[in-house]
């Protein structure tokens, strides 16, 4: 009777397990194949997309501070008119781009290093804008870069590419040979080998990118690949934090087998702005 109980619960087991991995799988693939058409469509049919998401992983973030009102909203509703949309003069967008920078690097220094939000309990708006909300606007940016400020989608869906690569090859060689906690007190799943498997993937899928995506040379490529690998698990690091501070597993339910969107945005949010200065210097000295 023991063992038929046994051989029940195991059966269940692994029948619920393919369950979840088949939701995961699936709401995966709708969001990839949403964002990748919204890329291909048009800059205008892009950026409405991208907005979006935004409006709803700042209301995921928002609800894990436990903030309300509309200001954050207006904000980010301003943000991507003035310079998502219009793209308003170089200087400002570079002004922007050094306070995020900044913010994000105060960000890293709190979580990772102090462990403890010292800059968001004090200044908790200069998160919501220089992270959250500068984040997605230089999303909308990398694929303007460049003298002609055409909209390229190839470099943004590479891009991508990459993000999802790392985050992959993290979570599978972490999954089967990780044994050294990255940092246990923030996210207890993370490992060190996962980190370097998630590296190697991105820097393998950069190779290949290379071949194919004929807008930088190879160096370029494993360079974009080393900064998403890297400021990518920061920022997943950064997020763990915020929702071990708030007390939740998942920042939303918005996505089946994912969490929120904030859960599954939060690597390219930010890693935009370190991936757009690389990306205009590279642009400068060609």
Not at 31 to 50: A, D, M, P, Q, Y
Not at 260 to 282: N, T
């Amino acid at each position: 009777m023991e063992v038929a109980q046994k051989t029940y619960i195991c059966c269940y087991w692994k029948t619920y397990n393919m369950k979840d991995v088949a939701i995961r799988f699936l709401s995966g693939v709708l969001f990839v194949s949403l964002i990748f058409t919204s890329i291909f469509l048009s800059r205008e049919w892009f950026i409405g997309l991208i907005f979006v998401l935004a409006i709803i992983t700042l209301n995921e973030f928002l609800r894990l501070l436990s903030l309300k009102g509309i200001i954050a909203y207006l904000l980010l509703a301003i943000a991507f008119y003035f310079f998502s949309y219009i793209e308003i003069n170089p200087t400002s967008i570079n002004i922007l781009l050094g306070l995020s920078i900044l913010v994000n690097l105060y960000l890293f220094r709190d979580a990772l290093i102090l462990k403890d939000l010292t800059l968001f309990n004090k200044r908790r708006y200069f998160c919501i804008i220089f992270y959250i909300i500068s984040g997605f606007v230089f999303l909308t940016l990398i694929p303007s870069i460049g003298a002609s400020n055409e909209f390229n989608p190839t470099i943004l869906f590479s891009i991508f590419i990459l993000v999802w690569s790392n985050d992959t090859f993290a979570y599978l060689i972490g999954k089967s040979f990780g044994k050294r906690k990255l940092l246990e007190s923030i996210s207890p799943k993370k490992t060190v080998e996962g980190f370097f498997g998630g590296l190697v993937g991105a820097l393998i899928t950069s190779i290949i990118l290379s071949k194919f995506a004929e807008l930088y040379n190879i160096y370029i490529w494993l360079s974009i690949a080393i900064i998403v690998s890297f400021m990518g698990t920061i920022g997943d690091l950064i997020q763990s934090k915020f929702k071990r501070k708030a007390g939740v597993k998942d920042s939303g339910k918005i996505m089946p087998g994912h969490g929120g969107l904030y859960d599954r945005l939060d690597s390219i949010i930010y890693a935009s702005p370190f991936i757009y200065s690389f990306l205009l210097i590279i642009d400068y000295v060609s």
